[in-house]
Nanobody, 119 residues
């Protein structure tokens, strides 16, 4: 049984920052962690991912340079630092864990946390 529990969502002004956290339980140590987001009426989209060791990361073009993903394996936690937030970033953000890195395909999902960016 694997569980991903997210926190850190909320309301922020455009240009501001927010940090999301996701704590994993279960046998997820070697899973690659990542974040997706979904806005109302839109498909869930990839945001960022990091290898289990933290050695490599990848980002969607829409967030590259603004968002940073990191992990603290000792605490089984993955973070998403979001800077220079835009109204277009408004969405429910989901933590994910995947054994696949080449094509990041989550095996597990968190419950989601709402991020709202006001102009």
């Amino acid at each position: 049984q694997v569980q991903l529990v997210e926190s850190g969502g909320g309301l922020v002004q455009a240009g501001g920052s927010l940090r999301l956290s996701c704590t994993a339980s279960g046998r997820t140590f070697l899973y690659h962690k990542g974040w997706f987001r979904q806005a109302p009426g839109k498909e869930r989209e990839f945001v960022a991912a990091i290898t289990w060791s933290g050695s490599s990361t990848k980002y969607a073009d829409s967030v590259a340079g603004r968002f940073t993903i990191s992990t603290d394996n000792a605490k089984n936690t993955v973070f998403l630092q979001m800077n220079s937030l835009k109204p277009e970033d408004t969405a429910v953000y989901y933590c994910a864990a995947s054994l696949n890195w080449r094509n990041y395909s989550p095996d597990y999902w968190g419950q989601g946390t709402q991020v709202t960016v006001s102009s």
